[in-house]
């Protein structure tokens, strides 16, 4: 397979605090670490000392192949000539939430945030966690984590949430089989909906919310009627493979693309192995409109779908990221930063941000070039991460917010 390598800067986690430290006469000086990466290359391990400037505030004396700037308290640009990487932005979150949360035992993990969702008007979070723990954070101005309004009902993993259009209901669902609406303000849950038999992996809110979908280690994708709380369709997918996600072409160009005008919309469903297509027309017995198998040595992870380039994208085990124009499904162009598998994508615009099982979290830009050619560039690397898998993305108008293995929420 023919891999292109994306290099990928790394730089110590709590560097912040030694910025503090030295601004504040703790310490005289110190250095932080910089790493940089490309395969085929040689790593770069840098230095720069942190020291005092006269008048206040600190400068950096940058070493060992690196060069570092700082441009605000939480934004810098690193460059490392070695590897061709020029004014790289590197940004530290810009505030950092910690859900409340107690362990059922001393010898229960930390909290792993599964998924998050902004609210539509962005003043609070939707937080999903292990053994039933999901509620609201509120997030505005003069927020209190404290406040989160937990949703008691969940007994098991909750994998997936979402926020109806209203921003006033939620939806949540996980490995108990059950799929969730909540009253955002109360926390009651007037509707349960069940019937799958496995771990539900991935819900979609079909226009306003009257309808939902749901996708499941049972194998099946299924299609609810929210008001009435019944089940109105169910497709089976070929040798029931576990559904790890399920992606929604609805805009006119998709669905031309792939020769279906007429319907309302098509259904990605996506499985470890591959993926299958499915018409929004096709009753509870049909078979999808197309199959796809993925045959890149790995196991998909996570997916996005980008309208405006007509793009699928997929993440796997390996640490691939594939890049498909719908024109040429089985014609993927593959690029990784390194062999950490690939937990977490998500679009905007063109824009597309992406975690790994090591943390690493960055914004990548996708370009289509002439001649069907897909170009994939590293635009912002999110510090503040040690080592620990960045499993959820929610993008507000001015804001972007991750999550994942520690249990901190981070907003660049």
Same mark, same amino acid.
């Given at each position: 397979?023919?891999?292109?390598?994306?290099?990928?800067?790394?730089?110590?986690?709590?560097?912040?605090?030694?910025?503090?430290?030295?601004?504040?006469?703790?310490?005289?000086?110190?250095?932080?670490?910089?790493?940089?990466?490309?395969?085929?290359?040689?790593?770069?391990?840098?230095?720069a000392?942190?020291?005092?400037?006269?008048?206040?505030?600190?400068?950096?004396?940058?070493?060992d192949?690196?060069?570092?700037?700082?441009?605000?308290?939480?934004?810098?640009e690193?460059?490392?000539?070695?590897?061709?990487?020029?004014?790289?932005?590197?940004?530290?979150?810009?505030?950092?939430?910690?859900?409340p949360?107690?362990?059922a035992?001393?010898?229960?993990?930390?909290?792993?945030?599964?998924?998050?969702?902004?609210?539509?008007n962005?003043?609070?979070?939707?937080?999903?966690?292990?053994?039933?723990?999901?509620?609201?954070?509120?997030v505005?101005?003069?927020?209190?984590?404290?406040?989160?309004?937990?949703?008691k009902?969940?007994?098991?993993?909750?994998?997936?949430?979402?926020?109806f259009? +209203?921003?006033? *209901? %939620?939806?949540?669902?996980g490995?108990? !089989?059950? $799929?969730?609406?909540? &009253?955002?303000?109360? @926390?009651?849950?007037?509707?349960?909906?069940?019937?799958?038999s496995?771990?539900?992996?991935?819900?979609?809110?079909?226009?306003?919310?009257?309808?939902?979908l749901?996708?499941?280690?049972?194998?099946?994708?299924?299609l609810?009627?929210?008001?009435?709380?019944?089940?109105l369709?169910?497709?089976?997918?070929?040798?029931?493979?576990?559904?790890?996600?399920?992606?929604?072409?609805?805009?006119?160009?998709?669905?031309?693309v792939?020769?279906?005008?007429?319907?309302?919309r098509?259904?990605?469903v996506?499985?470890?192995?591959?993926?299958?297509?499915?018409?929004?027309?096709?009753?509870?017995?049909?078979?999808p409109?197309?199959?796809?198998?993925?045959?890149?040595? +790995?196991?998909? *992870? %996570?997916?996005?779908?980008?309208?405006? !380039?007509? $793009?699928?994208?997929? &993440?796997?085990?390996? @640490?691939?990221?594939?890049?498909?124009?719908?024109?040429?499904?089985?014609?993927?162009?593959?690029?990784?930063?390194?062999?950490?598998?690939?937990y977490?994508?998500?679009?905007?615009?063109?824009?597309?941000?992406?975690?790994?099982?090591?943390?690493?979290?960055?914004?990548?830009?996708?370009?289509?070039?002439?001649?069907?050619?897909i170009?994939?560039?590293?635009?912002?690397?999110?510090?503040?991460?040690?080592a620990v898998?960045?499993e959820?993305?929610?993008?507000?108008?001015?804001?972007?917010?991750?999550?994942?293995?520690?249990g901190?929420i981070?907003?660049?």
């Amino acid at each position: 397979m023919d891999i292109r390598p994306l290099p990928y800067i790394d730089i110590q986690h709590d560097a912040l605090s030694v910025f503090d430290d030295v601004e504040q006469g703790v310490v005289g000086s110190e250095d932080i670490w910089v790493s940089g990466y490309k395969a085929g290359s040689s790593s770069v391990h840098g230095r720069a000392r942190v020291v005092p400037r006269e008048g206040g505030g600190t400068e950096i004396r940058a070493r060992d192949g690196v060069e570092i700037k700082r441009l605000s308290k939480t934004h810098f640009e690193v460059s490392i000539p070695a590897l061709h990487l020029d004014r790289i932005p590197v940004k530290f979150p810009r505030a950092v939430i910690h859900p409340p949360y107690t362990k059922a035992s001393k010898l229960s993990p930390p909290l792993q945030v599964n998924s998050i969702a902004l609210s539509p008007n962005g003043s609070h979070l939707l937080v999903g966690g292990p053994d039933g723990y999901c509620g609201v954070i509120p997030v505005g101005p003069g927020a209190n984590a404290q406040d989160m309004i937990q949703f008691k009902g969940h007994v098991g993993d909750v994998l997936d949430v979402h926020w109806f259009p +209203s921003g006033e *209901v %939620c939806l949540t669902t996980g490995s108990d !089989l059950s $799929i969730r609406i909540w &009253g955002s303000k109360d @926390g009651i849950n007037p509707r349960t909906l069940t019937g799958h038999s496995r771990a539900v992996t991935s819900l979609y809110i079909v226009g306003v919310g009257k309808q939902i979908l749901s996708g499941s280690k049972d194998g099946t994708v299924r299609l609810w009627e929210v008001g009435a709380s019944t089940q109105l369709k169910r497709w089976n997918l070929d040798h029931i493979r576990p559904v790890e996600a399920v992606l929604v072409i609805e805009d006119d160009h998709g669905k031309a693309v792939l020769g279906a005008q007429e319907e309302e919309r098509l259904v990605l469903v996506l499985t470890q192995v591959g993926m299958e297509i499915w018409n929004w027309s096709t009753p509870s017995s049909g078979s999808p409109r197309q199959s796809l198998e993925w045959q890149l040595g +790995s196991n998909l *992870v %996570c997916g996005a779908y980008c309208p405006s !380039l007509g $793009i699928l994208v997929t &993440g796997h085990t390996n @640490g691939v990221i594939a890049v498909r124009r719908l024109e040429t499904l089985d014609k993927p162009t593959l690029f990784r930063r390194n062999e950490s598998p690939v937990y977490s994508l998500a679009f905007k615009d063109t824009a597309l941000y992406a975690g790994t099982a090591a943390g690493l979290p960055c914004r990548l830009e996708v370009s289509l070039k002439e001649g069907d050619q897909i170009s994939l560039e590293v635009k912002e690397e999110f510090a503040g991460w040690e080592a620990v898998g960045v499993e959820s993305w929610t993008i507000g108008q001015d804001s972007m917010w991750c999550a994942g293995g520690e249990g901190g929420i981070r907003r660049y």
